[in-house]
């Protein structure tokens, strides 16, 4: 079986703002893309223009109608990925060592050439954030996109996760969860960032910001109600021969 690493210097993740996040799956086609192009085997789809298409993909985003204590209901949008868990049990559950945790940045990655797609790990994994890509036989996960963050090819404002660059509402953050002093840490203390399932143990490194309580729709005031009031009782001239002739169809 695999060995986690007793400690890593850094722990690169996610935050993930659900108050912010609109459900528009930009991310999800955005990782689709980079990651069918760059690291690893692509991603396939099987049959996927017919009846029951079916794919493989490292991010989804699940949308869920929350009915808080008090107030109106409200639609959250989910986004869910591989956590890149500090006790990962997708990996001390390979029998391969094709599932790792890097020490250098606490990234969990599956080395595709020793994965004989047992699918131990998927199964381990209390988030459901493993697949098994049907085409090449192999587990596929959320890999951060190493192949970008660490490239000097790229243009500084690009070297994030595909997801985090793509976002339009500005909903996912990347950086070093280790680092007390970074955004993304100040960002999850000061919006009380929560652990996914922590009673779960796997001590998870991405954090999820929690939805920002709705101001309530009787404190809110229409500022178009009095242009939206009718202007007259009764019509009249053309208007009131229009509504007798109307009512005689």
């Known amino acids: 079986m695999t060995q986690l690493p007793q400690s890593t210097d850094r722990k690169m993740g996610l935050v993930i703002d659900l108050d912010t996040c609109v459900g528009c799956h930009a991310c999800v086609i955005s990782c689709k893309g980079w ?3 760059n690291y690893g085997a692509p991603l396939s789809d099987q049959n996927p223009y017919g009846a029951d ?10 949308s869920y109608e929350v009915q808080p204590p008090e107030g109106h209901a409200q639609l959250i949008h989910f986004p869910k990925s591989c956590l890149h868990c500090e006790d990962a049990p997708c990996v001390t559950v390979c029998p391969t060592g094709a599932s790792y945790k890097r020490s250098e940045d606490g990234i969990v990655l599956v080395n595709e050439s020793d994965c004989i797609g047992c699918g131990l790990c998927a199964w381990a994994c209390p988030y459901g954030a493993r697949e ?27 070297r994030v996760p595909s997801c ?10 990347f950086g070093d969860l280790g680092d007390p002093d970074s955004a993304v840490s100040q960002l999850v203390a000061e919006r009380g960032g929560m652990d996914l399932m922590p009673e ?3 001590k998870p490194v991405n954090k999820y910001l929690p939805p920002r309580p709705k101001d309530r ?7 178009l109600a009095p242009l939206l009031a009718p202007v007259a009782e009764e019509p009249k001239g053309f208007i009131a021969w229009l509504d007798k002739a109307l009512e005689k169809l």
């Open 35 to 37: 990651n069918t192009e």
């Open 53 to 62: 298409p079916s794919g493989t993909f490292l991010n989804r985003v699940h």
């Open 132 to 158: 098994l890509d049907l085409a090449e036989g192999v587990m596929k996960k959320c890999t951060l996109c190493v192949d970008r963050i660490y490239n000097d090819n790229l243009p500084e404002v690009d």
């Open 164 to 173: 985090v660059r793509t976002c339009p509402a500005g909903a996912r953050h």
């Open 200 to 202: 779960m143990g796997t």
């Open 217 to 223: 729709i009787e404190d809110q005031i229409d500022i």
